[in-house]
C-alpha cells in the first residue's frame, strides 16, 4: 500500500480526503446504479476511487444486508478483492475449501462410503483459495471501501424504482422515478449520464430496456438450509457431494466460524406449473431429508440459521445493454444489467456472487474510462459482447453440472460421471477460466509464443516476485488494483539488467516519451494512465537500482517523490521463477498488455512500439481531446 505521496496525513491511510461536494445538484448523477447486491456494490466500489465521476447507488431494503443467500466465492473473486484492498479481512474469516468429499452407495446399495476425496483447487491455478463466507460480510467490505473514497459514498436506502426512462437530453438522458418508502413514498427524480441495474431477477431496468430473461427451468425442487448440528458423518467439515442410493442428494459446504454448515438438500420434481412455494416446503421437512440421505450416519440440528426452498432454472437475456442489434456501433449504450438482472442458475456451481461481481468488474472501468473523457464510447459495447458470451458458458455449464447431481446412477460408473465432471471442471468453478474473445480490447494471439503461461483474453495468472526497492516477496499480480490504470509489465531478456540501449530501456524510451504524452493529460502523474513495470531474470541482490531507465523510477505526486515500486526479480527460493512459471521467452523477453480490470489484452514484443500505439489509438482518445463525456 502507497500513501504519503502528496504529504505526510496521520490516521488510517485508507480513509482518502474528502471531496467538496456542497456544489452538487442533489438529483443529477453521472451513474445511478440501482440495487445493492454484490454487482451494485462492485461498481461502485470502483466508481468510488474515481472523486470526479458522481455516483448514487439506491436499494429498496431499508439497510445493508444482514444475512446473505450466497456465500462461495471463487479463486477469481478473492484475487479481485485483492485489487480493491480488502482480500485479507476476506481470507482471515472465511472457511478455506481445501478438499472434496464424494460419498456413493456401497456396492450392495445400501449405506454409504467415501469414494474418493480430492484436493478442490490444483497447484498454481491461483494464489488465492476458494473459500467460503457469508455474502453479508462482502457486502461490508465494499461499503467500507466506499465510506472511505473522497466522495465518503453511502448507498440509498428504502428507494423503490418505479419506472426509468430514456430523453434527448445530451448530457443526462437517462429519467429515474424512484418512491422513497421511508418517507411516506415520496417521489423522487434523479438525472444521470448512464444507469446500471443490478436489481436482481425481477429487475425494473432491464424490464425499461424490454429484455427478458429467456430459458427454462430443470422442474427440479432443492432445498438449502444453514445449520448448527451434531453428526457422526466424518466429511462434515469438508466439501462434500453425497449421493444416495433411492433418497437423493445432499451437497455440504461448511461455513465460516467451524461450526455452521450448509446443506444443498435434492426434494421431488415439480410437476406441471408446479412451482416451489406450492410444495409448502418447511425446515423441518428438509432436516428429514437430509437425515435420510445421510443414513446410516445421524444428524441432530440444535438450530436452523436460514433455509429455503427453490426450483432450478437456467435463463439469459439476449443484450446486457439497451442498444439493439441494428443500432450496434451508431448508437451509444446508456442503460446496462448485470448480475442476476440479465442472468440466472442455480445455486450449486458456486457462481452466482462471482460471476456478477465480473459483469460490474468488466464495466467499471469501462464506463469509468468514458466518463473521464480518456475513452471512446465505443468501448461500452464490449461489455455486453464480453460479458453475455460468459453467461452463456455459464448457464450450459449449471445445466451440466445440475444434471449430474440429481441423476440417479445405474452403477459405479454412472455414479463416478459427477466425480469426474467436477475434476475436469475445477478451473471454470475457480472462476479463472473466462477468456475474451478478440476485440476493441482483446487483441490477437500472434505472439502468444512469447508467454504461453500468459493466455491473450483470460486474467493475469499471478506469480511470485521479488521487488527490487525493499526486496519485498510478493504476488507480482498484487500490482494490479481497481484503479482504472492500463498496466505495460515487460518481462526482460537474459543479460537485460536496465542498461541503455537494449530491450527494457528502449521500451521505456517510447513509453516516456511517445505514448505517455500521447494519452496522459499534462499535470497528471507520468503512471496515471499507463502503469509501466518491469521483471528481470537477474537475482535482486545482483540488481543495480540505480543503473534504471527513469521511468522505472518515476517521479510523482507535488513533491517529485520517487516511486520504488516498479522493478522486480525473480523469487528464487519458492521454487520455479515467474519465467518458468509462465513460459516466458528468456532470449526475446514479452511485454504484456493488462486492462484495468486485469485480463490480458495483448502479449507483443518489447520493440513493438508501433503495435502498441495501434492497439491504444483504436479506443483511447488522445489527452488534448480529454474532457467530453
Request: charge should be negative; include cysteine.
Amino acid at each position: 500500500m502507497q500513501y504519503h505521496l502528496n504529504g505526510f496525513k496521520s490516521g488510517n491511510p485508507a480513509v482518502e480526503i474528502a471531496t467538496d461536494t456542497v456544489s452538487d445538484a442533489p438529483n443529477v448523477v453521472d451513474v445511478l446504479i440501482v440495487g445493492c447486491g454484490p454487482a451494485g456494490l462492485t461498481l461502485a466500489a470502483q466508481f468510488a476511487a474515481f472523486p470526479e465521476i458522481k455516483t448514487m447507488i439506491t436499494d429498496k431494503k431499508n439497510g445493508p444486508l444482514q444475512v446473505g443467500q450466497a456465500d462461495g466465492i471463487a479463486c477469481r473473486s478473492v484475487e479481485m478483492f485483492e485489487a480493491f484492498g480488502f482480500a485479507d479481512k476476506v481470507l482471515k474469516e472465511s472457511y478455506w475449501v481445501n478438499e472434496v468429499g464424494f460419498w456413493r452407495p456401497n456396492p450392495d446399495g445400501t449405506g454409504l462410503h467415501r469414494a474418493d476425496r480430492i484436493q478442490d483447487v490444483e497447484d498454481d491455478l491461483s494464489e488465492m483459495p476458494h473459500v467460503i463466507l457469508n455474502q453479508a460480510r462482502v457486502h461490508d467490505f465494499y461499503l467500507e471501501n466506499m465510506r472511505n473514497s473522497a466522495r465518503r459514498l453511502v448507498p440509498e436506502y428504502s428507494r423503490e424504482l418505479v419506472a426509468l426512462t430514456k430523453t434527448d437530453d445530451p448530457e443526462h438522458p437517462v429519467t429515474a422515478t424512484f418512491k422513497c418508502l421511508d418517507d411516506n413514498d415520496r417521489i423522487e427524480t434523479i438525472h444521470a449520464r448512464y444507469a446500471v441495474g443490478c436489481d436482481g431477477a425481477r429487475s425494473v431496468v432491464r424490464k425499461s430496456m424490454g429484455h427478458q430473461l429467456k430459458g427454462e427451468a430443470a422442474r427440479q425442487l432443492w432445498g438449502v438450509m444453514d445449520v448448527l448440528a451434531v453428526t457422526d458423518f466424518p466429511d462434515i467439515r469438508l466439501k462434500a457431494a453425497i449421493q444416495s442410493a433411492d433418497s437423493g442428494s445432499i451437497l455440504i459446504i461448511p461455513r465460516e466460524g467451524g461450526y455452521m454448515v450448509r446443506m444443498y438438500i435434492e426434494l421431488d420434481e415439480l410437476h406441471g406449473d408446479e412451482r416451489a412455494a406450492d410444495r409448502n416446503v418447511t425446515s423441518e421437512m428438509l432436516i428429514a431429508k437430509a437425515q435420510s440421505i445421510l443414513a446410516p450416519y445421524t444428524l441432530d440440528v440444535k438450530e436452523v440459521a436460514w433455509w429455503s426452498a427453490y426450483e432450478i432454472g437456467q435463463r439469459v437475456c439476449d443484450a446486457f445493454d439497451d442498444v439493439a442489434p441494428a443500432a450496434r456501433g451508431t448508437q451509444i449504450p446508456r442503460i446496462f444489467i448485470a448480475g442476476d438482472a440479465c442472468h440466472t442458475h442455480s445455486p450449486k456451481a458456486g457462481q452466482g456472487m462471482n460471476v456478477s461481481m465480473a459483469d460490474t468488474f468488466n464495466l467499471g472501468w469501462k464506463l469509468a474510462a468514458v466518463l473521464r473523457g480518456q475513452a471512446k464510447p465505443a468501448l461500452l459495447d464490449t461489455y455486453s459482447n464480453e460479458r453475455q458470451a460468459k453467461a452463456k458458458e455459464l448457464i450450459e455449464f449449471d445445466k451440466d453440472m445440475a444434471r449430474l447431481f440429481s441423476a440417479k446412477p445405474k452403477n459405479a460408473t454412472e455414479a463416478a460421471q459427477f466425480q469426474s465432471y467436477f475434476k475436469k471442471h475445477g478451473r471454470y468453478t475457480a472462476g479463472v477460466e473466462a477468456r475474451y474473445d478478440p476485440s476493441l480490447v482483446s487483441g490477437a494471439d500472434a505472439h502468444q509464443a512469447l508467454a504461453k503461461g500468459f493466455t491473450i483474453g483470460t486474467r493475469f495468472h499471478s506469480a511470485p516476485v521479488v521487488r527490487l526497492g525493499d526486496a519485498k516477496p510478493m504476488q507480482l499480480g498484487h500490482t494490479l488494483k481497481a484503479d482504472g490504470r492500463w498496466r505495460l509489465i515487460a518481462f526482460a531478456p537474459a543479460s537485460d539488467e536496465g542498461q541503455k540501449g537494449v530491450g527494457i530501456a528502449k521500451l521505456c524510451e517510447y513509453t516516456a516519451n511517445s505514448l505517455i504524452p500521447r494519452f496522459t493529460p499534462k499535470g497528471e502523474d507520468i503512471d496515471s494512465v499507463f502503469d509501466l513495470r518491469a521483471v528481470f531474470q537477474t537475482s535482486h541482490r545482483e540488481m543495480k537500482l540505480e543503473a534504471l531507465p527513469l521511468l522505472l523510477l518515476p517521479r510523482k505526486g507535488k513533491y517529485g517523490l520517487i516511486d520504488y515500486e516498479k522493478a522486480f526479480c525473480p523469487d528464487l527460493t519458492r521454487g520455479p521463477d515467474v519465467f518458468d512459471l509462465r513460459g516466458i521467452d528468456r532470449i526475446k523477453g514479452a511485454l504484456l498488455v493488462v486492462r484495468p480490470d486485469q485480463f490480458v489484452a495483448q502479449l507483443l514484443p518489447l520493440d513493438a512500439f508501433g503495435d502498441i500505439t495501434d492497439f491504444f489509438e483504436k479506443f483511447l482518445l488522445p489527452a488534448q481531446e480529454i474532457g467530453a463525456r
